[in-house]
């Protein structure tokens, strides 16, 4: 009988009737659209052509977007082929907006917080395709260089974490953490134990978690509970029973300050599956990058414009270190990156196709998606018929198995340019890494996607000369040892329905 109660309240937890809500709301109003369209089912022919109107108006006014044109197009056929249908879904679901974020003053403050530190001279140590990577990031991101700042490199969540309690541990002044998925379980009970603690202690501790990704892993009042310990919360864009222009562009970006000095930024999220304390699609492969010095100070203010971005102003003079504590540089150079959803900020995938085209020797790319669009595909196609060594790792088992086949759409068109695919075969790979020619590497959060690339907020770090390039690029070899080469032999054979629809999939992958 207690095992009874037990399922029963389980499958009714706050939780589970959040979602509910959520669900029946959304459902709800599609339900009222239903029942308006029968009611005025006399007037069909209409309604029909004036929906028709509207589509073409709506496919033209999209037509001069500054966007992608694999994207525009992606749109374009489902309001046109479904009027109305097609239309309050790009309502919903289409380009990216302005998320009650406000960019001019984002930017206003990122120049005024993160000066250009390094000279043309600086930049020039690695080369004219690194300096101009790095100009990129400082000028048209305002995203600066630092060299005075140590790195380290975890190859998986379960190295990283030791290290990363370790951290928190010493934290004296603040601890910020923002990360798109918190969910309830040992990894986020070790950390809050220590957060609980640091707040008692006086500690100015602070967390952001996402809405939607957090949704169905965090009670609705979870808030609350961090203020009940003494811990400041904010939660991104909150998931409405509404069906709101907004909900599109999240906040994916995972980002762990403490006291200014030492930083995290990784593929990981807060939840057991990311460091191997529960099974989800096979081992789970994720990585994170350490930063001390410098360069923490670029994540500081990318975590406070985000707590300000619906709030007053922090005073960033208060979060400023004080000193900072003896380093093992090498002299790279180390560039904390940041992207937005708005249409005029496209550094991931700006960043991404310059690390493409100035590859001379190797290329190597980890991503658990691959929904790239032809800018990207014919970057990597050329870059591999140039003679560069380009090589591509997805996931052998898939947490999404529509994505997975936009991801396998895209294998022929790479490996007919001469590209080499290889799928991790004991699990899910999750981390976002570039690596080429032992000299620049990026670690971070965004993904080969359009999602990652033009709807979300995104963040990583950028190193060139750094040894933590070298750690990223031996990372990735010894992870093929663990991987099933794909051949063009292998896409040719599977079925021809299948091929079809992985067709039909890559055509609107901008919308997955």
């Not at 699990?427 to 620049?440: M, P, Q």
């Not at 040719?492 to 067709?503: G, I, V």
């Given at each position: 009988?207690?095992?009874?109660?037990?399922?029963?309240?389980?499958?009714?937890?706050?939780?589970?009737?959040?979602?509910?809500?959520?669900?029946?709301?959304?459902?709800?109003?599609?339900?009222?659209?239903?029942?308006?369209?029968?009611?005025?089912?006399?007037?069909f022919v209409y309604f029909y052509w004036i929906c028709v109107?509207?589509?073409?108006?709506?496919?033209?006014?999209?037509?001069?977007?500054?966007?992608?044109?694999?994207?525009?197009?992606?749109?374009?056929?489902?309001?046109?082929?479904?009027?109305?249908?097609?239309?309050?879904?790009?309502?919903?679901?289409?380009?990216?907006?302005?998320?009650?974020?406000?960019?001019?003053?984002?930017?206003?403050?990122?120049?005024?917080?993160?000066?250009?530190?390094?000279?043309?001279?600086?930049?020039?140590?690695?080369?004219?395709?690194?300096?101009?990577?790095?100009?990129?990031?400082?000028?048209?991101?305002?995203?600066?260089?630092?060299?005075?700042?140590?790195?380290?490199?975890?190859?998986?969540?379960?190295?990283?974490?030791?290290?990363?309690?370790?951290?928190?541990?010493?934290?004296?002044?603040?601890?910020?953490?923002?990360?798109?998925?918190?969910?309830?379980?040992?990894?986020?009970?070790?950390?809050?134990?220590?957060?609980?603690?640091?707040?008692?202690?006086?500690?100015?501790?602070?967390?952001?978690?996402?809405?939607?990704?957090?949704?169905?892993?965090?009670?609705?009042?979870?808030?609350?509970?961090?203020?009940?310990?003494?811990?400041?919360?904010?939660?991104?864009?909150?998931?409405?029973?509404?069906?709101?222009?907004?909900?599109?562009?999240?906040?994916?970006?995972?980002?762990?300050?403490?006291?200014?000095?030492?930083?995290?930024?990784?593929?990981?999220?807060?939840?057991?599956?990311?460091?191997?304390?529960?099974?989800?699609?096979?081992?789970?492969?994720?990585?994170?990058?350490?930063?001390?010095?410098?360069?923490?100070?670029?994540?500081?203010?990318?975590?406070?414009?985000?707590?300000?971005?619906?709030?007053?102003?922090?005073?960033?003079?208060?979060?400023?270190?004080?000193?900072?504590?003896?380093?093992?540089?090498?002299?790279?150079?180390?560039?904390?990156?940041?992207?937005?959803?708005?249409?005029?900020?496209?550094?991931?995938?700006?960043?991404?196709?310059?690390?493409?085209?100035?590859?001379?020797?190797?290329?190597?790319?980890?991503?658990?998606?691959?929904?790239?669009?032809?800018?990207?595909?014919?970057?990597?196609?050329?870059?591999?018929?140039?003679?560069?060594?380009?090589r591509i790792m997805p996931p052998h088992i898939p947490d999404?198995?529509?994505?997975?086949?936009?991801?396998?759409?895209?294998?022929?068109?790479?490996?007919?340019?001469?590209?080499?695919?290889?799928?991790?075969?004991?699990?899910?790979?999750?981390?976002?890494?570039?690596?080429?020619?032992?000299?620049?590497?990026?670690?971070?959060?965004?993904?080969?996607?359009?999602?990652?690339?033009?709807?979300?907020?995104?963040?990583?770090?950028?190193?060139?000369?750094?040894?933590?390039?070298?750690?990223?690029?031996?990372?990735?070899?010894?992870?093929?040892?663990?991987?099933?080469?794909?051949?063009?032999?292998?896409?040719?054979?599977?079925?021809?329905?299948?091929?079809?629809?992985?067709?039909?999939?890559?055509?609107?992958?901008?919308?997955?």
């Open positions: 009988m207690k095992r009874v109660q037990q399922k029963v309240h389980s499958a009714f937890s706050p939780r589970r009737q959040r979602m509910f809500l959520i669900a029946a709301g959304i459902a709800l109003q599609f339900a009222i659209y239903v029942v308006l369209l029968v009611l005025f089912s006399q007037y109107l509207v589509s073409l108006v709506m496919a033209l006014f999209i037509s001069t977007w500054k966007s992608k044109l694999a994207y525009k197009i992606a749109w374009i056929i489902p309001i046109l082929l479904v009027p109305l249908i097609g239309g309050v879904m790009f309502i919903i679901l289409g380009g990216a907006r302005d998320p009650h974020y406000h960019r001019e003053e984002t930017r206003r403050t990122l120049k005024r917080q993160l000066p250009s530190r390094l000279s043309t001279t600086d930049l020039m140590r690695y080369g004219p395709d690194a300096m101009q990577q790095a100009w990129y990031l400082g000028h048209a991101a305002l995203c600066p260089a630092y060299t005075n700042t140590e790195t380290a490199y975890f190859s998986s969540g379960a190295s990283f974490f030791p290290n990363f309690l370790e951290e928190l541990e010493q934290a004296k002044d603040y601890i910020f953490l923002e990360y798109f998925i918190i969910a309830e379980g040992s990894m986020w009970s070790d950390v809050l134990d220590i957060l609980t603690r640091k707040a008692a202690q006086g500690v100015d501790v602070r967390v952001i978690y996402d809405g939607v990704g957090s949704a169905a892993t965090l009670p609705i009042n979870y808030p609350d509970q961090l203020h009940a310990r003494g811990i400041l919360c904010r939660v991104f864009q909150p998931l409405l029973p509404v069906l709101s222009i907004h909900q599109n562009n999240r906040d994916h970006r995972k980002i762990c300050v403490i006291d200014g000095v030492t930083g995290f930024v990784s593929g990981l999220n807060m939840a057991d599956e990311y460091i191997d304390r529960k099974e989800r699609f096979g081992y789970w492969k994720d990585n994170a990058l350490r930063l001390r010095g410098e360069a923490v100070w670029s994540l500081t203010v990318f975590f406070l414009t985000m707590w300000d971005h619906q709030n007053p102003r922090s005073d960033f003079r208060l979060f400023r270190p004080r000193t900072l504590p003896p380093l093992n540089t090498t002299g790279g150079i180390v560039v904390p990156y940041t992207d937005t959803p708005n249409p005029a900020d496209t550094v991931c995938a700006d960043l991404h196709l310059q690390m493409i085209t100035k590859a001379k020797r190797y290329l190597y790319l980890t991503t658990p998606y691959l929904a790239i669009d032809e800018t990207i595909t014919s970057a990597l196609c050329t870059a591999a018929r140039s003679g560069v060594d380009v999404k198995k529509v994505v997975f086949a936009v991801t396998q759409s895209n294998y022929p068109v790479l490996l007919e340019a001469g590209a080499r695919i290889y799928e991790f075969t004991p699990g899910f790979i999750h981390s976002k890494t570039v690596v080429a020619d032992d000299l620049y590497a990026s670690v971070g959060s965004c993904n080969l996607d359009y999602r990652s690339f033009y709807l979300q907020f995104e963040n990583g770090v950028w190193l060139c000369g750094d040894p933590a390039v070298l750690s990223v690029r031996d990372d990735f070899l010894q992870t093929l040892e663990v991987c099933q080469e794909i051949t063009l032999a292998d896409c040719r054979t599977l079925p021809l329905f299948r091929r079809l629809l992985q067709s039909i999939y890559r055509l609107f992958a901008p919308l997955f």
